[in-house]
């Protein structure tokens, strides 16, 4: 496995994304120094500081993306470790953000961007930077 395609490089990635797409919007973003936080960037944007955790993915698996939600490797979520669950689905160029509440309880969550009559869960959080 070259170091360009591991699962921190890969998720690195995204989370540089997040941070430019942040910037781009207008918000400012900070990034914690260690990698022992509950989340990934804090984004000071029209409602304050707000946590979020960053996830990615291209696996196309049983006709949706999946990512977990949890801290950690198959963890549960759980209540304060962030704010917002940023996704990021590159094949379709899509982002979610869904408040952390949401997700309480689930170690994973599932994503329909190649569907437009989607009526997934969380569908109604793509590209909802407005949130923050």
């Known amino acids: ?6 699962n921190h490089s890969v998720g690195a990635v995204y989370e540089i994304e ?3 797409e942040c910037m781009r919007r207008g918000h400012t973003v900070s990034v914690p120094i260690c ?4 989340y ?5 944007g029209r409602n304050g500081l707000t946590r979020i955790q960053v ?3 291209t696996a196309f698996l049983s006709h949706r993306y999946q990512v977990g939600t949890g801290i950690g490797k198959n963890k549960i979520n759980t209540m304060g470790d962030y704010d917002y669950l940023a996704v990021r689905i590159p094949n379709h160029d899509a982002w979610y953000l869904v408040p952390q509440d949401e997700l ?5 969550a599932k994503f329909y961007p190649h569907n437009s009559k989607s009526k997934g869960r969380f569908e109604k959080y793509r590209d909802a930077f407005g949130l923050l």
Do not use: E, K, Y
């Open 1 to 6: 496995m070259t170091p360009a395609n591991d």
């Open 18 to 20: 997040f941070q430019l």
């Open 35 to 38: 990698d022992n936080a509950g």
């Open 40 to 44: 990934d960037a804090i984004v000071d």
């Open 55 to 57: 996830r990615g993915t």
């Open 104 to 108: 309480l309880h689930s170690a994973t």
